[in-house]
């Protein structure tokens, strides 16, 4: 199993859409999550972090779920500018501290 | 907030020449900067964990003879790509970050190589 997944995608939807993207992770002493955004050949950048008690900013939620052990992203009212990659990324306690990135999941929102 | 600039943005060198980048934290201060690779389509890989005064720490499968990694200051880390060859071309990124270890990392703008 990988140690981060993601559903590759593509996602296509209309603006104004309601999307939703899953993320599983494989270390159950995982304590800290992130989502981030990655344009085509740029650096990614944080979008938000993941919370224990879910959290929201504008029209991005974001959940965690520990017992299934995968967190969730969504995205209210798509914009165009919505479209991108969306990366999970979960903190990994295996000796040392790292941060492990999933293979992301590709948003395209159309008009 | 936090800033990491990563130079040169963009390389082309020759097979078997080295190629240095540097990462700088502008505004924090980082005793720990990643080094990762991308390359088309995939996942950003964790090459190497870089700490400041001390050797880097290697992923598995990444031979640390080849990308050598100098973390002289609390600000500047270096990585340099020796005797390139044209599997190294690649999309380069350094990150630190500003906090302890629930924080989450700040992304340099990349370094894209390309080896002819």
């Known amino acids: 199993r990988k140690e981060v997944e993601q559903d590759p995608g593509p996602f296509n939807v209309p603006e104004g859409a309601t999307v939703a993207f899953n993320c599983t992770y494989s270390n159950s002493a995982s304590q800290s999550f992130f989502w981030y955004r990655q344009d085509c050949r740029k650096e990614p950048k944080l979008l938000m972090s993941v919370y224990s008690s879910g959290n929201e900013d504008g029209r991005f939620t974001a959940q965690l779920n520990r017992a299934s052990q995968y967190i969730s992203l969504l995205i209210r009212d798509s914009k165009l500018s919505d479209s991108a990659t969306y990366l999970c990324v979960v903190n990994w306690l295996g000796g040392y501290n790292k941060l492990i990135f999933g293979a992301g999941t590709r948003l395209a929102v159309h008009p | 907030g936090a800033v990491v600039s990563q130079h040169p943005s963009r390389v082309i060198c020759k097979s078997g020449t080295s190629v240095k980048i540097e990462c700088r934290s502008l505004?924090?201060?980082?005793?720990?900067m990643f080094w990762y690779r991308q390359f088309p389509k995939q996942s950003l890989m964790l090459m190497a964990t870089?700490?400041?005064?001390?050797?880097?720490?290697?992923e598995q499968g990444v031979e640390k003879d080849k990308f050598l990694i100098n973390h002289a200051s609390l600000t500047l880390s270096t990585l340099t790509v020796t005797s390139a060859h044209p599997e190294d071309s690649s999309f380069y990124i350094c990150?630190?970050?500003?906090?302890?270890?629930?924080?989450?990392?700040?992304f340099g703008n990349g370094t894209r190589l390309t080896v002819t």
């Open positions: 870089s700490n400041e005064g001390s050797k880097a720490t290697y």
């Open positions: 990150s630190a970050r500003e906090g302890g270890l629930g924080s989450p990392l700040h």
């Open positions: 505004d924090f201060q980082a005793t720990t």
